[in-house]
């Protein structure tokens, strides 16, 4: 038997999973297996977009708390970005 974790498929998960990209690309975060910090604003200011898309695209279908969550997400991530130009 496995020692893995079974992580559940949710709206936030997608978001952390999205907003990790982004950490890692503005080199807030090593790279997965490299261990490795390194900065693609490119990368980054797309991962963000990612985000927004995903912003726009569930108004009023999200709960007070996911949307919530979300938008801080976001606004940390452009802030972020902005202090690493």
Same mark, same amino acid.
């Given at each position: ?12 998960? $997608?978001? &952390? ?8 690309? #503005?080199?807030?975060?090593? !790279?997965?297996?490299?261990?490795? =910090? ?11 977009? $990612?985000? &927004? ?8 279908? #999200?709960?007070?708390?996911? !949307?919530?969550?979300?938008?801080? =997400? ?12």
């Amino acid at each position: 038997m496995s020692d893995e974790k079974n992580i559940e498929a949710s709206l936030s998960t $997608l978001i &952390l999973s999205i907003a990790s990209s982004a950490a890692m690309s #503005l080199g807030l975060a090593p !790279q997965p297996g490299t261990e490795k =910090v390194e900065k693609n604003l490119e990368l980054a200011r797309f991962n963000i977009d $990612l985000l &927004l898309v995903l912003k726009d695209k569930t108004v009023n279908n #999200l709960s007070q708390d996911e !949307q919530r969550f979300l938008d801080s =997400v976001i606004n940390d991530l452009q802030l972020k970005f902005v202090q690493q130009k």
